[in-house]
């Protein structure tokens, strides 16, 4: 194969491997780009051209994390992962791994860790390669790499609720919720959430947060059909989709623009957490984007004529 089909095929897992390391699809995409111009720029051809790629955006990629440190300490309010509506890498070996990795809730526990210690556990834990490939690709010896793993798992299984919800109950649960969420049917969602439930929003300050902060579970259940009714009124669609592996939604204008994205933290037979990502920096890659601003200011009016 000439480089260029080398790079193509390897392309998912360079993106998966960035992705989980920064937490954005915008940076994981540029990562990946960089590592091809230096990969094509390059006057030897590796022996493993995989842990060569690898290696590469592992290196560009916590290089970009830590000055990506920085600007997300300065973010207004509560900062998460751009919504990922589907990861390219797939190994039915590892599928468990790679559809938990992805989830917000693991994503926001990885921001707990260094940019090294992140890549680390990323390689490791997540995509299985071995100590000496890991050590090529963070310039550590092997020793203080498997020191650094079982510094990040410690971190890691810290966070960790202690019983993980089983994949199929999760979906069924989400469906009864999207469907008591569609009707109106404020009883069906307090019976599908926890009781401490919380509806938490990442706007970045340039979107309102749009029923955020709000918790407990008949308020959340007050709130969302509240807010449902007058949004389809004014064309407005939810879309129950899967986003960072977990059950979640796209929010739509009339025009089919993307307005928001929900994922929604099951665990115990119960939602704990609903996540929104509203902020129109975090959605481009979803879609075109809706004037949030303008459609929160629309369904408020409907809402107030019907009251």
């Not at 997300?72 to 797939?90: A, H, I, V």
């Not at 260094?114 to 020793?143: M, N, Q, W």
């Not at 069906?188 to 009781?195: Q, R, V």
């Not at 957490?273 to 009016?301: C, M, Q, S, Y």
Request: aromatic share 8%; proline share 6%.
């Amino acid at each position: 194969m000439t480089r260029a089909e080398e790079f193509q095929e390897l392309r998912p897992l360079l993106f998966s491997i960035a992705y989980r390391i920064l937490g954005s699809v915008g940076e994981a995409e540029d990562a990946v780009q960089e590592t091809w111009l230096r990969y094509a720029a390059s006057p030897t051809q590796p022996t493993s051209t995989k842990s060569f790629l690898s290696a590469v955006v592992t290196r560009i990629s916590i290089d970009v994390l830590r000055s990506a440190r920085v600007r997300r300490e300065e973010y207004t309010g509560p900062w998460f992962p751009e919504p990922l509506l589907s990861d390219p890498y797939q190994d039915p070996e590892r599928s468990a791994e790679l559809a938990d990795s992805v989830s917000m809730a693991a994503l926001l526990l990885l921001e707990r860790l260094s940019p090294l210690e992140r890549a680390v556990f990323v390689l490791r834990e997540v995509f299985g390669f071995d100590f000496p490939e890991i050590a090529s690709a963070v310039g550590r010896s092997e020793v203080a790499c498997r020191q650094l793993v079982v510094r990040a798992r410690r971190h890691m299984d810290a966070g960790r609720p202690r019983f993980q919800a089983d994949r199929k109950e999760r979906e069924q649960l989400a469906e009864r919720f999207f469907v008591a969420f569609a009707e109106g049917d404020v009883d069906g969602l307090t019976e599908l959430l926890a009781a401490d439930v919380r509806m938490i929003g990442d706007s970045g300050g340039k979107a309102p947060r749009w029923g955020a902060g709000v918790s407990g579970a008949a308020n959340v259940a007050r709130v969302l059909t509240a807010l449902l009714a007058p949004f389809v009124r004014i064309g407005g669609v939810v879309e129950p989709h899967q986003v960072n592996g977990q059950p979640g939604a796209i929010f739509r204008d009339r025009d089919g623009k993307v307005v928001n994205t929900w994922t929604l933290d099951i665990l115990d037979g119960r939602i704990q957490t609903i996540r929104t990502v509203v902020n129109p920096d975090k959605l481009g890659h979803v879609g075109p984007v809706a004037d949030a601003w303008a459609v929160v200011r629309e369904t408020t009016r409907i809402r107030r004529l019907t009251d």
